[in-house]
């Protein structure tokens, strides 16, 4: 894939380890990296969220169509709970709170659009924020690539259940 093609979305949707792992093998989808953002601070820890506000959050590189960013948000509203305050599964904390994030105005725009459109079918109030991404901070190592290395470890995602959008 060309560099200057390539396009950034970050999606907060709860434990991060299952957002990634989900996202690998999704078309469109180059890469993918777990970290922290829109948090007060430019720098965390996986200790300090509470103190620093992140959101654990997964930096999706894919190739920069609008297809692609379509479908990534197709999943991704289906992956999450989209009507949840600060939890997912089994996570509770604003550290698990639902939202997308990027630099791209363009991309942001999108991201509205396809919510408000999700919203027309929908009885309850869609809680995911849509927001200009602060700030990023790369995860520690032991969490990037968390479920392939453990693969017993939690999840609130169901990585096999990967409905044809296509």
Not at 131 to 147: I, M, P, R, S
Request: aromatic letters at 14%; charged letters at 35%.
């Amino acid at each position: 894939m060309e560099k200057e093609k390539m396009k950034k979305i970050y999606l907060a949707g709860g434990c991060f380890w299952g957002v990634e792992a989900y996202f690998k093998d999704i078309k469109g989808v180059e890469k993918t990296l777990v970290g922290y953002a829109n948090g007060n601070s430019e720098k965390t820890t996986y200790e300090n969220l509470y103190q620093t506000d992140h959101a654990e959050t997964v930096e999706i590189s894919y190739d920069g169509k609008e297809e692609s960013l379509e479908r990534i948000l197709e999943y991704f509203y289906y992956i999450i709970d989209p009507f949840s305050i600060n939890k997912q599964g089994n996570d509770i904390g604003r550290q698990y709170r639902s939202g997308i994030f990027s630099k791209d105005e363009k991309d942001l725009e999108f991201s509205k659009k396809f919510l408000e459109e999700k919203q027309k079918n929908e009885e309850r109030k869609i809680q995911i924020q849509v927001e200009k991404l602060e700030n990023f901070v790369k995860a520690e190592d032991y969490h990037q690539n968390y479920l392939e290395k453990n693969p017993n470890g939690y999840c609130h995602i169901d990585l096999l259940d990967k409905p044809n959008l296509d």
